[in-house]
Nanobody
Framework: QVRLVESGGGLVQAGGSLRLSCAAS????????LGWFRQAPGKEREFVAA????????DYAGSVKGRFTISTDNAKNTVYLQMNTLKPEDTAVYYC??????????????WGQGTQVTVSS
C-alpha cells in the first residue's frame, strides 16, 4: 500500500518561509507524479504544485508560482514544498498526493493526512 506522510507545517508570519516534506513508501515511484494540494476553512481543495518523480517536469498554480518550489529527493523517497514569501491567504491544510499515471494524468489516487500551515498577518 502506498503511504504518504506530510510534515513541516506550522505558524509563521507573513513574508516568512516553511518547507513541507512528504515521505512516500510502499512502492517504487519512478513513474509517479507527486503533488501538493491545500484546503482552507470553508473552501474547496485546490492544486498547489506537482512534480514527476524524476524531477523532469513541474507544474505550479498561478497563485504560488515564483514563491513556492517543489522538488524530490529520490534517495530519501521524499518530495518537498519550499514555501517562501508566505501570505495570510496561504493558510490551509496542505496535502501530499500521488498519481501512478504521471504528471499529465491529474488523477491522484493516494493522499496523506495533511499538515497545517498558518500565516499570520
Amino acid at each position: 500500500q502506498v503511504r504518504l506522510v506530510e510534515s513541516g507545517g506550522g505558524l509563521v508570519q507573513a513574508g516568512g518561509s516553511l518547507r513541507l516534506s512528504c515521505a512516500a513508501s510502499g512502492r517504487t515511484f519512478t513513474t509517479y507524479a507527486l503533488g501538493w494540494f491545500r484546503q482552507a476553512p470553508g473552501k474547496e481543495r485546490e492544486f498547489v504544485a506537482a512534480i514527476s518523480w524524476s524531477g523532469a517536469k513541474v507544474d505550479y498554480a498561478g497563485s504560488v508560482k515564483g514563491r513556492f518550489t517543489i522538488s524530490t529527493d529520490n534517495a530519501k523517497n521524499t518530495v518537498y514544498l519550499q514555501m517562501n514569501t508566505l501570505k495570510p491567504e496561504d493558510t490551509a491544510v496542505y496535502y501530499c498526493a500521488a498519481d501512478p499515471r504521471g504528471l499529465a494524468s491529474r488523477k491522484y489516487d493516494y493522499w496523506g493526512q495533511g499538515t497545517q500551515v498558518t500565516v499570520s498577518s
